[in-house]
């Protein structure tokens, strides 16, 4: 019997597995109907689905007002912050020059805290200028783009930390902190790393936290603020490693005297608001306490949620 007269169950008998038509569905004439669920193996189904179901969670969550207005606000302020970096262009890193250079005075045996050209004096530590060596021997092109990029970079991943627990407070935050953190962006001051090395002592063990903390206290002195929230046993170690970053002053004592004298010689100066970025230092000890509140506050919070939203 020939395939054309053949009967179409027999013929679709001896057709491959895969382009059998499917039981109950319509069949016209000529057209073969594939079971696709043949065609893809099960792997790939299951990874489809996955793909799936992320981007319908994705969607619920722009759906959220808190979400989309944490978007609109984060969206709104770094707009801000990258066209302030792109007007200011050459003109930006004041402070992170007044390092780099320091430190490569330092290494050609002068005095950082008495630089020669267009440099701000280096106001820190005398035993703190290693630290800086293996930046500093970069080219400033690429010292200065090493400098903020990075910075940026590590910004970014504490405000997603932030933000996947709480979105718009985050936001909030970013919008209030908006002036502060542009600023030590333009300047490439150093208070937005040792910003995120408080952040970091809140993530690492008592040993690390307590180093962080000190090394930035002694730095600065502002970062002794974040004492209270660290853990108690960073605590202790972080009083250890201050005594030795004394103590290392001390053995250099006719340099710490140099740079107490440039650091207090600049005279009158204005407000420091660029100070307030210690505040984002707070956000996990904050967001912990939040999420630590008995479950009867917790209640009152959605319940406040709620009504807002109707």
Known sequence: MS??????AMADA?????????????RGRGRVVVDWQQLIDQPTRRRAGVYRRAIRREISR?????????ILLLSLVFSLLAAGMIGRGEAAGADARAYWAGVRIWLNGGDPYHPSGPFLPYAYAPWMLPLFVPWAVLPWDVAWVVWRVGTILLFLWTIDWAYRRRPLLTAVI????AFPIGANLDTGNINLQLTLMLWAAQ?????LAGALWALATWMKFVPAIIYPVLDRHARIWGLGWLAVSIGLSLVLLPQTIVQFQTLFGFGARPIRLDYLVYLWAFVPALYRWLDERPATAQLGDQAVAAATAR
Request: hydrophobic residues 40%; glycine residues 6%; without cysteine.
């Open 14 to 26: 001896q057709r491959p597995p895969e382009l059998r038509p499917i039981p109950g569905t319509a």
């Open 203 to 207: 993530f690492t063990g008592p040993r």
């Open 62 to 70: 722009i759906r959220d007002r808190r979400r989309l207005i944490a």
């Open 3 to 8: 395939r054309a007269r053949m009967p179409i």
């Open 174 to 177: 970013i919008v209030v902190l």
